[in-house]
């Protein structure tokens, strides 16, 4: 599908901020043209969208593929047939694997397995600090040569701020992004749930929201200090909001995402103790929750991604406080998202550009967008199409997810990457 002509689709563009019906031409793995009205006469594979909506393919920054290590959990190709099944064109992995990917040896080791098996984009993240322990910088320059987009220790906050301020400022030199979990580690150390009536009730070890406040205000004081590139991989809470807006008013380089789980969930949603709701953060309430979907509809959080986390039932059938944490999200990401387009908080564009075009140019790839020239990764979806969410359904190899069981609104129907086909909804 080399020369492919969509017709009668709905183009979502977060470039221009439109959704408008049109027609789209593909060619050679790039999109060679659009326009409005009637499709054009042309010698090309005709795709009738049947007006469902037609959108650049997700970006998803912060997918955890558990190769090396625990592949039981996910493999490259398990994530990459749950990301065509999501509409996510390209997967950004963590290096928080067994272990860890922080020599240009393993980061070539899961490249070629992503290669070998993924059906869609896989671009590589490496660890900041050897073993992601947060006490010498890794081998920067050489993990950019051997193909590292980002730069990320995961959710271990690198607590000596010498260590990650010599390690911001290697990588300012170097070009290269940092991507950092804002947490003050020791206040949330042990954490299960966010500090407030809820957790007391549950008898649950909680952490204040000003834990990340502290953690955002901190990496802040650095970037001012190094002028480094920085993105923010998960701000949930109201109280962090108003230190990012500074940062960027201040010219900083500095760009937030946050997480579908956090904008669709609140901390009541644990209830009796479901450990498939256990996140890392921890799920907020609802008033940071709601002013988190604003920061997002006005740019001020720049993405959203799945923070994808297979863990095994072995690991979530455990006590609350005992349970691993983390959820698969890269098939529910679009649903779980399409919730808040159903209710009127946030429009398609709004979403597409927080799930493409955002990510995409914070990695300088040329996805994200319906331009042309542009490359042809799309995702063509219904978003009205109801059904019940069964997460043995899921291709993740792990099926933690807390959307099991829930009603849900929207279903993808086809995933496009560099204008091959990559999935079709049975």
């Excluded at 070998?116 to 073993?131: F, I, R, S």
């Excluded at 400022?169 to 407030?196: K, W």
């Excluded at 991604?305 to 691993?324: I, N, V």
């Amino acid at each position: 599908m080399n020369n492919t002509l969509f017709t009668n689709a709905r183009l979502i563009d977060p470039e221009t901020g439109t959704d408008s019906p049109g027609w789209l031409h593909v060619s050679d793995g790039r999109i060679a043209t659009r326009g409005e009205g009637a499709a054009p006469a042309l010698e090309a594979q005709v795709v009738d969208c049947g007006g469902q909506c037609l959108a650049p393919g997700i970006v998803d920054i912060g997918v955890k593929v558990c190769e090396p290590g625990e592949r039981h959990k996910e493999s490259y190709k398990s994530a990459g047939l749950a990301a065509a099944a999501g509409g996510v064109t390209t997967i950004v992995t963590r290096p928080d694997t067994s272990p860890a990917i922080d020599t240009p040896e393993s980061l070539e080791f899961v490249t070629r397995r992503a290669q070998a098996d993924a059906p869609v984009n896989v671009l590589p993240m490496a660890a900041l600090t050897k073993g992601r322990e947060g006490r010498e910088m890794t081998e920067i320059g050489f993990l950019q040569d051997a193909g590292a987009v980002a730069f990320t220790d995961c959710d271990h906050v690198i607590a000596n701020t010498k260590v990650f301020s010599r390690a911001l400022t290697y990588a300012r030199a170097c070009g290269a992004l940092v991507i950092a979990h804002p947490q003050e580690p020791i206040l949330s150390n042990g954490a299960a749930a966010t500090s407030g009536k809820f957790a007391v009730l549950r008898g649950l070890p909680a952490v204040s929201p000003m834990a990340e406040r502290m953690g955002l205000d901190r990496d802040i004081a650095l970037l001012e200090m190094t002028g480094a590139t920085y993105h923010a991989d998960q701000i949930t809470t109201a109280r962090a909001l108003p230190a990012l807006e500074r940062a960027k008013r201040n010219g900083l380089d500095i760009t937030a995402g946050t997480s579908i789980h956090h904008l669709t969930l609140n901390e009541l949603d644990v209830a009796d103790y479901r450990t498939f709701f256990k996140v890392k953060p921890p799920l907020r309430s609802e008033d940071d929750r709601q002013a988190v979907i604003e920061a997002v509809r006005t740019g001020l959080i720049d993405t959203i991604s799945s923070m994808h986390t297979p863990q095994d039932e072995e690991s979530k059938r455990l006590p609350f406080e005992e349970a691993a944490s983390g959820a698969v999200a890269l098939e529910t990401l679009l649903p779980a998202a399409l919730r808040l387009y159903h209710v009127g908080q946030l429009d398609l564009p709004t979403l597409f550009r927080s799930m493409a075009l955002n990510p995409a140019k914070r990695l300088g790839l040329g996805s994200g967008r319906l331009s042309e020239g542009a490359p042809a990764d799309l995702v063509l979806f219904d978003p009205d199409v109801p059904f019940v969410l069964d997460r043995f359904s899921l291709k993740s190899k792990s099926q933690n997810t807390p959307f099991d069981g829930q009603r849900m609104q929207g279903k993808v129907t086809a995933t496009f990457v560099a204008g091959q086909e990559v999935y079709r909804r049975p």
